[in-house]
């Protein structure tokens, strides 16, 4: 690799500038000796000199007859802001004395003084410390419209030690160079020690009060319970330990309570469910699962098998169970449920840290909450509260937790510090802390071990900045730079970044070993990580722009060096050093980017660094956001897409980039059934296509849309020319023609061709292959679906389901309904419950109508099938409703001969014939149909029917169920077909 820059020295942090300038000084030198009048200034700027230093600032500078002083640096304290306000105020007092003496003169001294906290960075210019950024700028600009011996603050200044001094009220200035107007405040002197404690504070009696009155009257039937919502520190966590010793000490309480944290960065999918059922086990991630088979006997009455389930999806992390995942976690929390549904108390679940709950529980309870019957009462606290959290616990109320009162915080400082006698002290934190308990257990942490808090710095970041000021330096550095790492890091990594930074490798153990000690980083298998997010983010805040850059390149180096690099680490940390090109180089290598969601949240930063003229990385990055919201079923945000790539396809009269916005609008229109549409659009990407050397893959991908679109047009004849012309294409993927050809036969009814075919792309193909992998493997499950190879069909669903779980959802809700009726037909009617289960939770996790209407018509047959005739009718009418509003005449197809056979198998004839009619208008239109379903059409029109159009329906009938017959070729498989749906009646009328 080549070698870094080094790092500059200094650092990013939030200081409180004080920019004073001396007025009268033109009167003074016109009546004083020059010796005289250098005498004097030197006095009151020493003096003003010697108060600052005194409150902890340093003068950074020396502008004529004014002062810069800086207070946050190089010391760090948490009222930073008071401490240059109270100078301030001194030198105004001092200036009096001054004053007294040169009155006599008729002399005046006065100065003008402007206060702000802002950002700024910290450096040396040669043997000086300097001190840059806007912040002074506005100080500056403050002092020039203060009055004579008058303060101007900042509103940042002022709402950071608003209780500790009285001020006037808004003041809106004009001032030079600033576009917007600025607030100030006039400081008219310190506050009394009860108005610095009248501050707005909210009891947490009373939202005790209300927790433990909801919790009382909880209703099993519906869900209920409370968002605690507050900033970071706001005690949270003291409330909902409030909370459990509440109901804990109430006569006769022994129902559970499941409580678990969400973490950011644990990755364990389902964790927080995982977490909440080991909470009511009494076990910890770290325990030996070995006792788990008799814990889930003795206490839930489970059978062995969901505990290894459990163990292999909470332990072991196999990806195998994934996919059953919602099945074993579903029965063992509604296990728990029913259990102590029957407690004297409510059931309560608690989740701390709401905001980072993984996609996959959040999904778990969404399901649950749709399909359990006992739901428990919810205490959920965070930040912050997600639409996606809204949404998945609707029907919880918010309540805002907000800064304690000063006796709740003295019963804080009291219990954490119970040795403290220290009335002063206490007064101190209190007046520091502004109620938020956080403030008040760093402020307690560091009086212990100093014996003062006028050192504490003033925010969070600064409070951590602070806390690691007494570590040795190079320790200090060291996780200043750890904090650039994502995620988690390795001791190595830790090494190679101090080798590349020119520091020593040799700290880094000792230093790990320290932050664990101290409670900042915790270790996790061989890796480390900051215990609180919160610190992480102060840590990295400080490093200057710079560093950070060369810092996250060196990380970005070290991911690309991992057998099996995350994708998205590694992006994250080039765009952060600014090597957009690789990343977007990166991010076209993945051949599974156009299913990856993830890579949204980078592109668009990518294409706001993007030069303007660079069309083909601007092009690049907006092809690949275009499929991957077209795959992920956002067609309308797709569509937005394709209009700014058509949009410069035109303006730089470009036909490789027309080629692929009408390429994904062909993708479009036959996913919509805009098969006329699709035609147009897809000859036109194969002119521009081929007009401009376009990757092979790309004409593969239109040759394979445009012949499944004329396909279900029912032009064979043209569909089987389009294949031939892929075919021919000397360096097409031979998977994507295989695939092509596969599906081809399928639709037409030739099973054992198709099935002969993907066998041998399967033959081939690794799972590492993940996207022509799983649809492989997705073909073949349909092709032996409708062979009837029922026990074929469950082990090669299995095998998918495990090696493919997380590509689509309309697949694997497909995939799970057809595995549920295999099972069902080979005896397993407790495996197909669950398979069922799973077939609905990720139908509705599916997002586009047009692959939801696929996944609803194979599980309403699928339940039919089973004998789940109200399940089936109730899923084929959500489906009937979504397709014919889309006009998907294939599916729908199917779900009207289903509702067609469901009203004449149960004797509603009318009803069935209003269906009957609503396919009719399909058949008319001589498109594809499934061959099953054009048979059981043709039968019920017979049935239902009379005269010569109803005898011509029964022939036709017969004439294609033999058909269809005779492509099962085996007796087995004919067998397995007479038992589904109708064709047995058929076979006995015939």
């Known amino acids: 690799m080549k070698k870094v820059d080094n790092l500059k020295s200094g650092e990013r942090r939030v200081v409180t500038i004080m920019f004073s300038d001396m007025q009268g000084s033109t009167a003074m030198t016109e009546k004083m000796d020059p010796e005289e009048i250098d005498a004097l200034m030197g006095s009151i700027f020493s003096a003003f000199e010697s108060i600052i230093k005194g409150h902890g600032g340093m003068v950074e500078k020396y502008i004529g007859d004014a002062l810069v002083a800086v207070f946050g640096h190089p010391e760090l304290h948490e009222d930073d802001p008071s401490r240059a306000i109270v ?52 100080a500056q600009r403050l002092e020039s419209e203060a009055p004579p011996n008058g303060v101007y603050v900042s509103e940042s200044t002022r709402e950071k030690c608003e209780n500790d001094f009285t001020f006037t009220k808004r003041i809106s200035l004009k001032l030079k160079g600033k576009t917007t107007s600025v607030s100030a405040y006039q400081v008219l002197g310190r506050a009394s020690i009860e108005s610095a404690d009248s501050g707005p504070f909210i009891g947490r009696k009373e939202i005790l009060d209300e927790l433990l009155k909801d919790y009382m009257r909880n209703n099993y ?24 010793e509440k109901i804990r000490k109430f006569p006769d309480f022994r129902t559970p309570i499941l409580s678990a944290r969400a973490q950011k960065y644990k990755t364990q999918r389902f964790a927080v469910v995982i977490d909440l059922i080991l909470c ?44 059953r995942a919602v099945t074993v976690l579903y029965g063992v929390f509604a296990a728990i449920l029913a259990k102590h549904s029957g407690d004297l108390y409510p059931i309560a679940v608690i989740i701390d840290n709401e905001s980072h709950m993984d996609r996959q529980s959040r999904d778990f309870f969404q399901y649950f909450f749709k399909n359990g019957k006992i739901k428990p009462f919810f205490l959920l606290a965070g930040r912050e509260l997600p639409q996606s959290l809204r949404e998945t616990f609707a029907g919880l109320k918010y309540l805002k937790l907000d800064a304690f009162t000063n006796e709740e915080s003295i019963e804080y ?81 830790a090494k190679y970044i101090q080798a590349k930074t020119e520091s020593n490798p040799s700290v880094v153990e000792r230093a790990v070993t320290f932050f664990m000690n101290e409670g900042i980083l915790i270790h996790d298998d061989g890796e480390y990580l900051f215990k609180l997010d919160v610190f ?43 090597r957009y090109l690789e990343a977007i180089g990166i991010m076209q290598d993945d051949p599974n980017r156009n299913y990856n969601y993830d890579y949204l949240q980078f592109i668009d930063v990518l294409l706001r660094h993007i030069d303007k003229g660079d069309y083909a990385s601007t092009i690049s990055c907006l092809i690949t956001k275009s499929a991957i919201l077209f795959n992920s079923g956002h067609i309308e945000d797709a569509e937005g897409i394709l ?52 990757p092979t893959r790309g004409i593969v991908d239109v040759l394979k849309l445009l012949a499944l679109s004329e396909l279900l047009r029912n032009d064979v004849e043209e569909s089987d020319r389009l294949i ?60 032996l679906w ?43 009617g407790e495996k197909a419950a669950e398979c069922f289960y799973r077939a609905e939770f990720f139908a509705d996790q599916i997002g586009n109508d047009y692959e939801r209407i696929d996944a609803l018509r194979t599980l309403a047959l699928c339940r039919y099938m089973t004998g789940n005739i109200e399940k089936a009718e109730a899923t084929a009418r959500t489906g009937l409703t979504i397709g014919l509003r889309h006009s998907c005449f294939y599916p729908v197809f199917t779900l009207l001969v289903l509702q067609t056979e469901i009203c004449a198998v149960r004797g509603d004839p009318e009803e069935a014939r209003f269906f009957l009619g609503e396919a009719k208008f399909i058949v008319d239109f001589d498109a594809l149909l499934p061959p099953r379903d054009e048979v059981l059409y043709r039968y019920f029109s017979a049935a239902l029917g009379s005269g010569p159009s109803a005898e011509a329906d029964r022939t036709k009938a017969l004439e294609l169920f033999e058909r269809e017959k005779s492509r099962l070729e085996k007796p087995e498989r004919i067998a397995n077909f007479l038992t589904l749906r109708s064709f047995g009646r058929i076979e006995e009328r015939r």
């Not at 040169?102 to 003084?113: D, K, Q």
């Not at 229109?669 to 194969?686: C, D, T, W």
């Not at 012309?725 to 050809?741: F, W």
């Open 536 to 578: 992480k983010k102060a840590l990295y805040n400080s490093l200057l722009n710079y560093n950070k850059k060369i810092i996250h390149s060196l990380v970005a180096d070290l991911v690309m060096k991992q057998k099996k690099p995350n994708l998205m680490r590694l992006i994250y940390h080039l765009i952060r050093s600014e």
């Open 221 to 244: 039937g519906e869900v209920s319970g409370f968002f605690l919502i507050g900033d970071a520190g706001m005690g949270k966590s003291r409330i909902i330990s409030a909370f459990m």
């Open 280 to 323: 009511y086990l009494d076990l910890s991630p770290a325990a030996d699962p070995i006792t788990l088979p008799d814990l889930f006997e003795s206490r839930l009455d489970l059978p062995n098998q969901t505990a290894l389930d459990f163990i292999d999806l909470a332990w072991r992390h196999d990806p195998a169970m994934d996919t």
């Open 786 to 828: 409708q062979l009837c190879e029922f026990a074929a069909l469950k082990t090669e669903v299995r095998k998918m389901l495990a090696l493919c779980a997380n590509l689509n959802a309309s697949v694997l809700s497909q995939a799970n309904a057809m595995l549920g009726f295999a099972c069902f037909a080979t005896d397993e």
């Open 413 to 493: 400082i009291r219990r954490y510090w119970p040795e403290n006698h220290d009335e002063k002290m206490t007064q101190l934190i209190l007046s520091s802390s502004l109620g938020n308990p956080l403030f008040l257990r760093e402020y307690i942490k560091f009086a212990r071990e100093n014996r003062d808090v006028s050192n504490l710095p003033m925010t969070v970041q600064n409070i951590f900045l602070t806390q690691i000021d007494r570590y040795d330096p190079e320790y200090r550095e060291l996780l200043k730079k750890l904090s650039v790492f994502q995620h988690s890091f390795t001791l190595a990594d």
């Open 724 to 783: 031939a012309e892929l075919d021919a294409i000397g360096d097409a993927d031979i998977h994507d023609v295989l695939e092509v050809k596969a599906t081809h036969a399928n639709l037409l009814g030739r099973y054992t061709e198709a099935l002969a075919i993907i066998e041998k792309s399967l033959a081939s193909l690794s799972p590492e292959d993940t996207v022509h992998y799983f649809f492989a493997m997705d073909l073949e499950i349909k092709v």
């Open 87 to 138: 100078s301030a105020l001194e030198f105004i007092d001092e200036l009096k004395n001054q004053n007294d003496k040169l009155n006599t003169r008729g002399i005046s001294i006065s100065f003008r003084t402007g206060i702000n906290t802002g950002l700024i960075t910290t450096g040396r210019r040669g043997e000086f410390e300097v001190v840059t950024g806007h912040a002074m700028n506005v």
């Open 643 to 694: 209009k700014q790539i058509m949009e410069i396809a035109i303006t730089q009269r470009n036909r490789a980039y027309a080629g692929f916005a009408y390429h994904q609008i062909t993708a479009y229109n036959l996913i919509s059934y805009g098969l006329e549409k699709a035609h147009f659009s897809g000859r036109k990407a194969l002119e521009y296509y081929r007009a401009t050397n376009w």
